[in-house]
Structures are given as structure tokens and as C-alpha cells.
């Protein structure tokens, strides 16, 4: 996978043929955005409209009543595991094939908390997390020029979006305040 033309600085694969990738180095493509279009319905339907979708989501919240309703839990999770894993697939053929046109090896660590941090905002809603999702997509591309434009260092987006995760928490305590006292007073 090792491009022999690249000067060991950064390692990655050699390129995608021009023929084969959906985007131009810019990243925006028709083909990308029906993609994301077609995921973000395909995952509504799923979630919304299915027993699948139903019990995934109830299994989050009351796995007990899940085994009750007949479910097998076991099931449900190794489900969940296959679709989130051909989700992140289908990402990184999408970043491959889009706008970098190669693997690289400097994938950034920091986009699992991101995406924490995207459903926490969005509620845990499909059509939240589109909207949100451009949100903080505005924010890590801002963060290329914040340095060069304002002075800021790339270091502030981080900071806006741990106080965004402060906010969120902050904003979500007061309705776990009371169940806090009540089972304290229950003992």
C-alpha cells in the first residue's frame, strides 16, 4: 500500500486513479453528497420504522424490557456492531475515493469524540445529526484558517467544542438533579 514516490514525511498509499475517485481535491461532489443523502434516509427508515430500529433503541434505555418483548439481546448488539461497522466502511471508502484520493496513515483520532459529541447535540435524532454534523464540519474546516485570518490558534476549536460538551452536560442536569435526590432518598 506504500507509496514508493512519497518522501517518507507522511505515510500513505499510492493514489487513486482519477478515474475511479468521486470528488475533486476540493471534496465536494454530487456523488458524495447522495451518498450522505442516501445513508441519512436509509439509517431514518431503519431506526424509525423498523423493529430493528425500535428495540436498538429501547435496548439503550431498558435492556430488561428488551428481553421481555421476546428480543435476544445478543442479537440486537452483534447487529448493531455489523451496521456501525459497515458504516465506518462506507466512510472510509468515501474519504479515500473523495476528497484525499489516498489512505493516509495521519487519520485523526479525534473524530469518534466528535461524533459524541454531534449525537449529544442533535439529541440523538438523524435529521440533528445532519444538521449538526455541518455545524462542526464548518468548525474543523475554520480551524485551517482561524490562525492565518484572526490570530486564533487551531487549538480554539477544541475549546469551543468542549464548551459546547460543557453546555450540552450543563443543559441536561437539571433533569437528572431530581432522580439523583430521589434515590438518595429512597435508601
Do not use: C
Not at 482519477?18 to 461532489?29: F, K, L, N
Amino acid at each position: 500500500l506504500k507509496d514508493p514516490s512519497g518522501s517518507g514525511q507522511v505515510v500513505a498509499s499510492r493514489p487513486v486513479a482519477a478515474a475511479y475517485r468521486i470528488s475533486t481535491s476540493t471534496g465536494v461532489s454530487p456523488t458524495i453528497i447522495g451518498v450522505v443523502v442516501v445513508v441519512a434516509v436509509a439509517m431514518w427508515v431503519l431506526v424509525n420504522r423498523t423493529s430493528f430500529g425500535v428495540l436498538s433503541s429501547l435496548a439503550g434505555r431498558n435492556p430488561v424490557m428488551v428481553v421481555w418483548q421476546g428480543a435476544r439481546l445478543p442479537r440486537l448488539g452483534l447487529g448493531a456492531f455489523l451496521l456501525s461497522g459497515a458504516l465506518a466502511g462506507l466512510a472510509g471508502a468515501v474519504e479515500v475515493l473523495g476528497p484525499n484520493g489516498r489512505l493516509v496513515s495521519g487519520f485523526l483520532p479525534t473524530h469518534g469524540f466528535t461524533a459524541i459529541l454531534i449525537a449529544l447535540v442533535a439529541s440523538l435524532s438523524i435529521v440533528g445529526v445532519a444538521i449538526v454534523s455541518l455545524f462542526f464540519g464548518g468548525l474543523a474546516a475554520a480551524s485551517l484558517y482561524l490562525p492565518v485570518l484572526v490570530g486564533l490558534p487551531a487549538a480554539a476549536i477544541d475549546i469551543i467544542n468542549a464548551a459546547i460538551a460543557l453546555f450540552i452536560t450543563a443543559r441536561a442536569w437539571p433533569r437528572l438533579r431530581p432522580r439523583v435526590k430521589l434515590a438518595r432518598g429512597a435508601r
